[in-house]
């Protein structure tokens, strides 16, 4: 019914920037918040960015002020633009979306494949 894809992720040197995107897709009614989470080895994942569609956003503490997350609501598209990169944000990231599609009629969380980022040297 819906699909997430995500673009952007790759290899980056500390200290640089990358930018996400997904694109969501498919029988779509509306979208309320759409965000992105990441999962490092061996950790659970964690919300690093949230924006709801008035576009108010939140942050995880570890990732303000370098992080900045952006949608477009004609396209159904959320960006994830990551400024001042560390090792430490090293982990598969993963679009989140609540979608109300034309089908159920009801908002469902959906969620993208994930895409690696690796900051490294």
């Known amino acids: 019914q819906v699909q997430l894809v995500e673009s952007g992720g790759g290899l980056v040197q500390p200290g640089g920037s990358l930018r996400l995107s997904c694109a969501a897709s498919g029988s779509i009614f509306r979208i309320n918040a759409m965000g992105w989470y990441r999962q490092a080895p061996g950790k659970q994942r964690e919300l690093v960015a949230v924006?709801?569609?008035?576009?108010?956003?939140n942050y995880a503490d570890s990732v303000r002020g370098r992080f900045t997350i952006s949608r477009d609501n004609d396209k159904n598209t959320v960006y994830l633009q990551m400024y001042s990169l560390k090792p430490e944000d090293t982990a598969v990231y993963y679009c989140n979306a609540n979608i109300k599609t034309r089908i159920t009629m009801k908002f469902t969380d959906y969620w993208g494949q994930g895409t690696q980022v690796t900051v490294s040297s």
């Open positions: 924006i709801t569609s008035g576009g108010s956003t």
